[in-house]
């Protein structure tokens, strides 16, 4: 037994993993807790054997910490050449970051979320980093923002998270970079007033979620397989101008993004552009095989969508939403609501699309957590009337809802027997119960 004890505590000492998690906000007594954290960190790093390397080092806490112990744990694990770096902390006050952090050789990942806000130090290098994640960090000076990429030679995953933009133009450039993820809250001005410049040859996968960014420059990126695009808008209380100059903002964003493989689009965006009679607009997307709708589209918007990516051989309904109206007819009906699928508004559209209205190549499609209301039965008949090059249709149930009430053979026998534009074409339903 006790040559166990033993065993483990030279294990134990030479763990290469260490995680610090404590998720604490507001405890009554935050600075006894937040010291006894600290003593606990302290006193498994003293313990460590001084001859075996740290992998990853990673710090979660809610209450403040003292900034010299943190930075020594910091010194400490870089000594120790480790590769992988994640910093969570509220703060009390801006934290610096030291200068053993930004010149790391070893680091391959770092992760940095600290409030109130982050100081770097003028000189950084990181010769091995490549994957690089900040959120709510405070961008501020344009020159050193681009140097600290520029710093960053092999940087392939970039993710900024709910940063601050204090400058007109904020510039990414790395040649390495193959993923891009910029995402903001909805409360957060993020890039509206800031132009965003990109250059990434190598870019591969582009995730933009926020404000529609005042300017927006994408440089030759001819590797780019994937756009996954959400702006957030107010276009019922914008004045004219203030639309106009938002609509040609995303209009230039989506020109930038014409190329790519699969494109996946919110809402919002068409929202904006169809309230100004700007659909029409839309950039063609030659290359685009797979176009995936994150949000209920109106119809007139997905037609355009359809429109303008000719070649499209995929196209995925992914949580298609009733509106409050037919929501509240739902719930007050159940399931006998949910097959009523006479609308006399939406007759235009019967009339509208023809087969030329999808793409000759279009072979798949695909409708995530169907519930049948009227909207998406309306363009499963669409599709199947239309779709001359269709193979498969694949419909999955939404799993949790209750509104389908055993009736899914009924609506499996009335959905196999609509009428088919392509003779090949098989539907599936997979996670259905009867």
Not at 39 to 56: A, C, Y
Request: glycine share 2%.
């Amino acid at each position: 037994m006790i040559e166990k004890q033993q065993q483990w505590r030279c294990i134990w000492t030479s763990i290469p993993i260490l995680v610090f998690h404590e998720r604490t906000y507001y405890h009554p007594d935050s600075y006894s807790q937040a010291n006894k954290f600290m003593d606990f960190v302290d006193g498994t790093l003293l313990r460590r054997n001084n001859m075996s390397d740290i992998e990853k080092f990673s710090l979660t806490q809610g209450n403040n910490l003292n900034e010299y112990r943190v930075s020594s744990w910091i010194t400490n694990v870089i000594s120790r050449n480790v590769q992988e770096l994640i910093l969570s902390l509220r703060q009390e006050d801006p934290f610096i970051i030291p200068i053993s952090l930004c010149t790391c050789v070893s680091l391959i990942s770092l992760t940095l979320e600290i409030t109130p806000s982050i100081c770097f130090p003028r000189n950084v290098s990181f010769p091995k980093l490549k994957h690089l994640t900040l959120r709510g960090v405070l961008f501020s000076n344009e020159c050193w923002n681009e140097k600290l990429f520029s710093k960053c030679p092999v940087l392939e995953d970039l993710i900024l998270a709910h940063c601050t933009y204090d400058t007109r133009n904020f510039c990414i450039s790395v040649t390495t970079l193959k993923i891009l993820r910029i995402h903001h809250w909805g409360d957060q001005d993020g890039l509206r007033d800031c132009g965003l410049q990109i250059h990434a040859p190598n870019l591969v996968s582009l995730s933009y979620q926020g404000w529609v960014p005042k300017e927006f420059v994408l440089y030759t990126s001819p590797k780019l397989v994937e756009a996954h695009v959400l702006f957030f808008g107010e276009y019922v209380v914008a004045t004219r101008e203030q639309r106009k100059s938002c609509n040609t903002s995303i209009i230039q964003f989506l020109r930038a993004l014409t190329h790519v493989n699969r494109l996946i689009v919110f809402n919002a965006m068409l929202e904006a552009l169809s309230a100004d009679n700007l659909l029409e607009n839309l950039p063609t997307f030659h290359n685009t095989k797979q176009l995936i709708l994150r949000e209920d589209i109106a119809d007139k918007a997905l037609i355009a969508l359809l429109k303008a990516t000719p070649n499209l051989e995929s196209l995925v309904f992914d949580k298609i939403r009733i509106d409050d109206a037919e929501e509240d007819d739902v719930a007050g009906n159940e399931a006998e609501e949910t097959f009523n699928h006479d609308n006399e508004d939406d007759d235009w559209i019967l009339n509208v699309v023809t087969p030329g209205s999808f793409p000759v190549q279009l072979k798949s499609v695909c409708f995530k957590e169907f519930i049948a209301n009227p909207k998406e039965m309306k363009w499963v008949q669409l599709i199947l009337k239309n779709a001359k090059a269709l193979q498969t249709l694949t419909i999955s149930s939404f799993q949790y809802s209750d509104l389908l009430n055993g009736k899914t053979k009924e609506l499996m026998m009335e959905l196999t027997s609509l009428p088919r534009a392509s003779t090949s074409c098989t539907l599936k339903f997979p996670s259905w119960r009867s």
